[in-house]
């Protein structure tokens, strides 16, 4: 394979800080699975991992992972963002990873014909991986694959093979994301997957015509949605492929999870109210006015909505929905429905996503 030109990047975000417990078991098996897989099937691919704000005391992903001997017609790159870096975005003393930056800082500098950002916790089922290896990838066409969350047992799987095997066992699939479409009363916009972003993928050229991901906020709430949005008014088809074809997801704890009742409360207000300064506050207080007088608080409380997931699923279940936005937050949806209406340009960020002009630290593992 010419390392110039692979047909398919894979784009994924990592640091070695052992994210919610077990990330970094979590990140080997994804990484050996997409590797194992490529050379199984023959896929051309390049695997790049940003290594965005790697910890001082830690050593770099490339000396700690492991990985085969022989590596097929895979190539896995590191670009490594420094802290200097980092620390120059609005809250980067509290979050680690300004996420739709680091996406974009590996989408811009990928070199395969399609494009695939995905996360560092998930892997292929042997089907997907096959039909990707194919190259009938139409550039015309966004792809999407629906997510299945797998029992965090999957991680005492030996090999590749044992590990899909698991996979396939019902009984280890705690949630499947999968599309249940509804009646919409909004049907001039296109009823869309945007249920789980861990699998966009299309044409490298149109990445570059949409300045990759949109870098509306540092932690990425909303952007998957929007992006296949923008990806659809840019006159790209989506497809979502064949049920076989899934990327499954290891589960592991989330501090999003579980959060109800005072729990919520609490969450809301100390992870966001207390952050504001007093003039933001006062915004904040009266757009929850503003929504409660248009008897619009349900739209409000979707802002929120991973806290209150067990509330919404007793009062109204999902299949009742009538346009699934729920995440996009309050500033995302003000851009969407402006895209939608044609009120402002689909191309979000400026000429400098992803960091053009930066030279970053860069190591490759190859053959």
Not at 25 to 54: D, G, H, T
Not at 240 to 267: P, T
Request: aromatic letters at 16%.
């Amino acid at each position: 394979m010419s390392l110039e030109k692979p047909y398919l990047s894979i784009i994924m975000i990592a640091r070695n800080d052992d994210y919610q417990a077990g990330g970094f078991e979590r990140l080997q098996m994804c990484v050996s699975s997409f590797v194992e897989q490529a050379k199984q099937y023959n896929l051309k691919m390049e695997l790049i991992i940003v290594e965005w704000n790697p910890p001082e005391s830690k050593p770099f992903l490339k000396d700690v992972l492991s990985f085969p001997e022989d590596l097929g017609n895979s190539v896995v790159r590191f670009i490594v963002v420094p802290f200097s870096i980092h620390k120059t975005y609005k809250s980067s003393e509290k979050i680690n990873i300004i996420y739709p930056v680091a996406i974009n800082v590996g989408v811009r500098r990928s070199r395969g014909e399609f494009v695939l950002t995905t996360n560092s916790d998930v892997f292929l089922s042997g089907e997907l991986t096959h039909f990707l290896s194919q190259e009938k990838l139409d550039r015309k066409c966004f792809y999407r694959a629906f997510r299945y969350d797998i029992n965090r047992n999957v991680l005492k799987c030996v090999s590749v093979k044992e590990q899909l095997n698991f996979c396939k066992d019902d009984k280890n699939i705690i949630k499947a994301f999968v599309k249940t479409s509804v009646a919409s009363n909004r049907p001039e916009y296109p009823d869309l997957y945007i249920d789980s972003g861990d699998f966009i993928l299309f044409s490298k050229e149109y990445w570059e015509k949409l300045h990759g991901y949109p870098e509306i906020n540092n932690l990425n709430m909303g952007a998957d949605p929007l992006l296949c949005y923008m990806a659809y008014l840019a006159g790209l088809k989506e497809k979502i492929l064949e049920a076989k074809m899934r990327l499954y997801h290891i589960d592991h704890d989330s501090r999003w999870r579980h959060l109800s009742g005072d729990k919520a409360v609490d969450f809301l207000r100390n992870k966001v109210y207390n952050r504001f300064d007093k003039d933001s506050r006062i915004k904040f207080l009266m757009r929850l006015v503003n929504m409660i007088k248009n008897k619009n608080l349900f739209f409000f409380i979707t802002n929120f909505y991973y806290p209150f997931v067990p509330f919404f699923q007793k009062i109204n279940p999902r299949k009742n929905w009538d346009f699934d936005i729920k995440y996009l937050l309050f500033k995302q949806s003000k851009i969407f429905f402006g895209m939608m209406e044609g009120k402002r340009p689909y191309v979000y960020n400026d000429e400098n996503w992803g960091l053009p002009k930066e030279n970053f630290k860069e190591f490759t593992i190859k053959n």
